[in-house]
């Protein structure tokens, strides 16, 4: 592990019988099991590693809804006021704060880009304010450059991803749900067709509804079960600096490079949307379904190495469940950083923002992005197996509606008004051609 992460004390034992088991502990299967045990549902939670330590705790952490793709727009708004009702009815500090995110730029296409985004987020009651070159040079104090516009988002904000997913367990916990670390999901079992219990490397869990929050690792889990879920993952490296003096921007995206205070004070650089794609087998089974995406994105993905298929989340192989799965072998997905990409990203930043000179580089790490074809999660119950749901393919987006995506899903299996329309992240969409179908922002 290289990012700081929150310990979380797993349950003593591991329950032979649950109402749901959630398998995966970031983001969506910490507050999946929140919201399910805050239903009165017995839960398991299980996690191969620590929970949140895999993308949960390596992304920047923004909780936004400026340039969502209209179909997760609801569900972001939704969550924001989540994360407040979050930390005040348990007490945890998930170190969300409502800071608001500042969009600076020098081009005039990527501006009206935003400015259209921003006519259909106010036709839904979003507040997003377009700067002017003026407003902007503002706004932009202690950050070089002359900007031609930008966007002021005051109701967005960001959380914590080091102490996140860790608090939603906890309060999970609380609440009666068992939390059970370093114990691999192997497979599931079935009984008339239908899910009826969900084996681990420990023993095995019956149930008749099991929710695989597993990002990088779901779709060759769903392979497993002759389900095509496509699936690419993208390798992203950051950085973060430690506290110091300037007054800068909590939360600033340029093209050039992104940054984020954290509550103490220190810095997450990245560069958006940059990356390596590590090829595998599972890549290559589902490339035709990306071309749209990599042909968007060709200006910032560069090829990758080996990290991914050693790695072993994106394998075709098919394993068994009385012997280790890949998932034991690689207990949490610690890819090595680009050195080209955290050095570029650092150069950027101090030429950016120069009251970051001199701030000690405090970590480095790279993370695996779970994305789909169309950029947008798939939340559903598989057709081929009732009581088996997915919730995976985030995108680099479930940090900030992860709240949302938990309450949407204990709605779904409690028969509860949904907090969101569902349908139009029903994995089953992906049976269609990607063509034409990738997120417009």
Known sequence: MRVPLTPVESSPALPAEADVVVIGGGI?????????????????????????????????????????????????????DLWEQFQAETGEDAGFRRCGL???????????????????????DVETHMLTAAQTAERSNGIDGAWKGGVWSPTDGTADPSRAAPAAARAA??????????????????????????????GTIRTRTAILSAGA?????????????????????????????????????????????????SYTLAISGFGRVDPTPQLLRFSPQFIPMFLR??????????????????????????????????RILDPDPDPAAIRMTHER??????????????????????????????IGEVETIPGFVIASGFSGHGFGIGPGVGHLLADMLTGAEPIVDPKPYHPDRFRESAWGKVADF
């Not at 600076?104 to 036709?123: H, V």
Request: hydrophobic content about 40%.
């Open 297 to 330: 994105r060709w200006r910032k993905l560069r090829p990758g190495g080996v990290q991914g298929a050693r790695a072993g989340h994106e394998t075709l192989a098919k394993w068994r469940l009385d012997r280790p799965t890949p998932m034991e072998k690689t």
């Open 28 to 80: 969506i299967g910490a507050f999946t099991a929140y919201y399910l045990a805050k239903r009165g549902l017995s839960v398991v939670l299980l996690e191969k590693g620590r929970i949140g330590a895999e993308q949960s705790s390596r992304n920047w952490g923004w909780c936004r809804q400026q340039n969502r793709d209209a179909r997760e727009l609801p569900m972001a708004t939704k969550s924001l």
């Open 217 to 265: 690792w779901a779709s060759s889990f769903c392979h497993q079960y002759g389900i095509r879920f496509p699936q690419a993952t993208i390798r992203q490296a950051a950085l973060s600096v430690g506290p110091g003096d300037g007054d800068l921007p909590p939360a600033l995206h340029t093209s050039e490079v992104s940054a984020t205070r954290r509550v103490d004070g």
């Open 102 to 124: 500042l969009y600076l730029s020098r081009d005039e296409a990527e501006i009206a880009t935003w400015a259209r985004w921003g006519q259909f987020a106010r036709s839904v």
């Open 173 to 202: 916990q609380r609440l009666g749900a068992a939390v059970v670390q370093d114990c691999a999901v192997r497979g599931l079992e079935t009984s008339g067709g239908r899910l009826s219990a969900v084996v681990t490397e420990r």
């Open 349 to 378: 930043a101090l030429a950016l923002m120069p009251a970051l000179k001199g701030r000690p580089v405090t970590a480095r790490w790279a993370g695996y992005v779970d994305s789909t074809p169309d950029g947008v999660p798939g």
